[in-house]
């Protein structure tokens, strides 16, 4: 038997999410916060809750896509949230960035008082990868809840990694954000290298992508910087965020990340000039004025 899907969360990433599930053929509940996030999603046949509970009780896996920490323990526990309306059996699949102590505490608080699994399951692929439904998945929970939801996923995402327990699909989310933001930073010297050198930028960057330095980050973010066009793929704000999540994390584990550390004052940086709204390649405005 097919599970009945709910999706909470219809921003720049979960919007297309919840779009793709419903071209995959399945049922899809949805509530939202701005009615408008919804209607491309009504359009498609998916029908529209007044409330997250109501969402709860009408679906078997339900995933949510959220800001940060605080608005996923509102969306599961909150007065009018999914823990007050979900079913024992059901599943909850938390596609946010959020941190890995707090998702094994609401892992551990859904299966206790309420018989629900859970799943984290962080993306990363930006945008674009929502749209075309191929994002990375990498996801933390009990192989049976993940082969489960492996289907539902598929939807969603190509490369689709079952990381561990509870949580580890957090922790690679901070792994990727880590090695993100420090290679939009090496991307950024390096411009402002060439730049400085009175080198052409766009063949420098040319060159290092036929060699070990190629990588989506020269290819995507060094454009960015030449072009001097931070429309956001992902926001800096956002970017900052996890990078907190990050350094929270190795704090907790005694470990120095002294890269990410630099990088996320740079990000900063980028945030108390006003640009937080940018892509976090903004980084390299930063540089320049330094």
């Not at 995959?24 to 409330?51: C, N, Q």
């Not at 945008?127 to 075309?132: K, L, Q, V």
């Not at 996923?153 to 090695?179: L, P, R, S, T, Y």
């Not at 973010?221 to 990050?246: C, E, Q, T, W």
């Given at each position: 038997?097919?599970?009945?899907?709910?999706?909470?969360?219809?921003?720049?990433?979960?919007?297309p999410?919840?779009?793709?599930?419903?071209?995959?053929?399945?049922?899809?509940?949805?509530?939202?916060?701005?009615?408008?996030?919804?209607?491309?999603?009504?359009?498609?046949?998916?029908?529209?809750?007044?409330?997250?509970?109501?969402?709860?009780?009408n679906?078997?896996?339900?995933?949510?896509?959220?800001?940060?920490?605080?608005?996923?323990?509102?969306?599961?526990?909150g007065?009018?949230?999914?823990?007050?309306?979900?079913?024992?059996?059901?599943?909850?699949?938390?596609?946010?960035?959020?941190?890995?102590?707090?998702?094994?505490?609401?892992?551990?608080?859904?299966?206790?008082?309420?018989g629900?699994?859970?799943?984290?399951?962080?993306v990363?692929?930006?945008?674009?990868?929502?749209?075309?439904?191929?994002?990375s998945?990498?996801?933390?929970?009990?192989?049976?809840?993940?082969?489960?939801?492996?289907?539902?996923?598929?939807?969603?995402?190509?490369?689709?990694?079952?990381?561990?327990?509870?949580?580890?699909?957090?922790?690679?989310?901070?792994?990727?954000?880590?090695?993100?933001?420090?290679?939009?930073?090496?991307?950024?010297?390096?411009?402002?290298?060439?730049?400085?050198?009175?080198?052409?930028?766009?063949?420098?960057?040319?060159?290092?992508?036929?060699?070990?330095?190629?990588?989506?980050?020269?290819?995507i973010?060094?454009?960015?910087?030449?072009?001097?066009?931070?429309?956001?793929?992902?926001?800096?704000?956002?970017?900052?965020?996890?990078?907190?999540?990050?350094l929270?994390?190795?704090a907790?584990?005694g470990?120095?990340?002294?890269?990410?550390?630099?990088?996320?004052?740079?990000?900063?940086?980028?945030?108390?000039?006003?640009?937080?709204?940018?892509?976090?390649?903004?980084?390299?405005?930063?540089?320049r004025?330094?």
């Open positions: 038997m097919t599970d009945k899907l709910g999706f909470i969360g219809l921003g720049i990433m979960g919007q999410m919840a779009l793709n599930l419903r071209k995959g053929g399945y049922d899809v509940a949805v509530w939202a916060r701005k009615p408008e996030r919804a209607a491309p999603l009504k359009e498609a046949g998916v029908a529209v809750y007044g409330s997250i509970r109501e969402v709860a009780a679906a078997d896996v339900i995933f949510t896509c959220v800001s940060d920490t605080p608005d996923v323990e509102e969306v599961i526990f007065a009018e949230g999914l823990a007050s309306g979900i079913k024992p059996g059901s599943v909850i699949v938390d596609m946010s960035t959020i941190s890995p102590d707090a998702t094994r505490g609401f892992a551990a608080r859904l299966l206790n008082e309420k629900v699994q859970m799943l984290d399951a962080p990363s692929g930006g945008e674009s990868g929502a749209i075309a439904g191929t994002l998945i990498m996801a933390g929970g009990a192989p049976d809840v993940f082969a489960r939801v492996k289907p539902y996923f598929e939807k969603m995402g190509k490369n689709i990694v079952h990381v561990g327990d509870n949580g580890a699909g957090q922790v690679a989310k901070a792994c990727n954000q880590i090695v993100v933001a420090v290679s939009i930073e090496a991307v950024a010297e390096a411009m402002l290298l060439a730049e400085r050198s009175g080198v052409d930028g766009k063949k420098v960057r040319e060159a290092l992508m036929g060699g070990f330095a190629g990588s989506k980050i020269m290819e973010h060094g454009n960015r910087m030449l072009a001097n066009d931070y429309k956001p793929g992902f926001k800096s704000s956002l970017h900052r965020k996890d990078m907190g999540i990050v929270q994390t190795a907790k584990l470990i120095d990340l002294p890269a990410t550390t630099l990088t996320t004052l740079h990000l900063d940086e980028v945030i108390k000039s006003g640009d937080g709204d940018l892509d976090s390649s903004a980084i390299f405005k930063v540089l004025k330094n």
